[in-house]
């Protein structure tokens, strides 16, 4: 199994509540232990050792900048909305962990347009007008607060988002 699908495995746990915070830190630890091992094993030595947390901190970094991406829909909607894809697309192979966090901002992105279509259609009621600001906050701050997360190697689910990808 590759190391994404288990990442995504001990996520789904760990969401579950069958894995606490702390046996999910430590499952994902051993995952990267035994990954750093084999390939260890294969190339001989202590450069191994040294690139697996380079690429965890690579991983950390891009899943970081996937997450604050999406800011970038307040500058220039259409690339707020293009470039976390992007970066998902291009990366995933690099680096498989972030197969997962790419999945959850493409959940949002699709979960913000459904919402903000519904609120739109509901200001001709007067109600859609405060649910148009509070996902104007949302927006905002979700992605922040993931990428923070996502930097300190913890996934974290934006909440209200529908599940489309798994």
Known sequence: MAIADELERLHRLHQSGALSVEEFRAAKASLIDRQETSAGAGQGGDSCRNAAPDIELRTRQWAMFLHFSFL???AL????????I????????????????????????????????????????????????????????FPIIAGIKANNGEIWNYPMSLVFLK
């Open 72 to 74: 970038a829909a307040f």
């Open 77 to 84: 909607p259409v690339v707020g909305l293009v470039a976390p």
């Open 86 to 141: 992007l970066i998902w697309q291009l990366k995933k192979e690099e680096l498989p962990a972030i197969d997962i966090h790419g999945k959850m901002v493409v959940n949002w992105i699709l979960s913000l347009i459904i919402y903000a279509v519904i609120s739109a259609l509901l200001v001709l009621v007067i109600v859609g007008i405060p649910l148009l600001m509070t996902l104007g906050v949302v927006s905002f701050v």
